[in-house]
């Protein structure tokens, strides 16, 4: 099992571009594996952290329904967005500026083999890195993503998540809402769920934060609740 994870910090990256980057670290762990096994050799497979922020994009899971996006073509222009059908799971989301958006390509191979345990742990990463905050958030029953006051009428989400694995290759990840811009979300129906909000860490305390300071933390938590060795 091959705990080495390659960090990559993107930094501002066309969504488009990003994806294809993605699917091309994906093929190629997926190709090793591949190998190994045709060959019945046990030579380790790579991992990867990946953060990066994307300039504003709604992007379509393969279980979303695209009414939930609420512009036409005109529409998109006006906010100076553009809009993906992609594969992963889930529904409609938003990424942008101020937003730490993570893909981790993981071989679970090297970890753990259970999709569910890995998106709650993606979860856990992000609901420790808000606790260093001051922030107390957990889970909504149900859903995917982190959420705060979940157990009342408050609730609000500040990290969605969208997963796709193949043989047990991890691909997209997670968006957290550090210094976003809400008000995008206004003109989706964030993750097909109508009646609840979405906030940022800005917007819970009062103050734009350190994205840098944020990906600090948040490689810890990742570093430490998977046992990774980060290079």
Not at 90 to 111: A, E, K, S
Not at 142 to 165: E, F, P, Q, S
Request: one cysteine or more; hydrophobic letters at 35%.
């Amino acid at each position: 099992m091959n705990k080495k994870v390659f960090f990559q910090d993107w930094g501002k990256v066309d969504y488009q571009e990003a994806w294809d980057r993605q699917e091309a670290i994906f093929a190629q762990v997926v190709q090793q594996k591949t190998h190994n096994r045709i060959h019945n050799a046990t030579l380790p497979t790579d991992n990867y952290l990946i953060f990066v922020e994307h300039p504003h994009v709604y992007t379509l899971g393969k279980s979303g329904k695209p009414e939930h996006l609420l512009l036409d073509d005109e529409g998109l222009k006006e906010k100076d967005a553009v809009y993906y059908k992609i594969n992963r799971g889930g529904d409609i989301t938003y990424h942008g500026p101020g937003q730490l958006v993570g893909y981790p390509i993981l071989d679970l191979d090297n970890f753990f083999t259970d999709i569910h345990l890995y998106m709650r742990t993606i979860e856990e990463a992000i609901i420790r890195t808000l606790a260093d905050y001051g922030i107390t958030a957990g889970r909504y029953p149900g859903y995917t993503g982190v959420w705060l006051d979940a157990d009342n009428d408050r609730a609000r989400k500040i990290c969605a998540i969208g997963v796709r694995a193949s043989r047990w290759v991890t691909m997209h990840g997670f968006a957290f809402n550090v210094n976003t811009d809400l008000n995008y979300f206004n003109h989706i129906v964030p993750c097909g769920i109508e009646d609840k909000d979405v906030t940022s860490l800005q917007r819970e305390l009062g103050y734009e934060v350190s994205l840098y300071e944020v990906k600090e933390r948040l490689k810890k938590h990742f570093t430490n609740l998977f046992s990774m060795e980060l290079h």
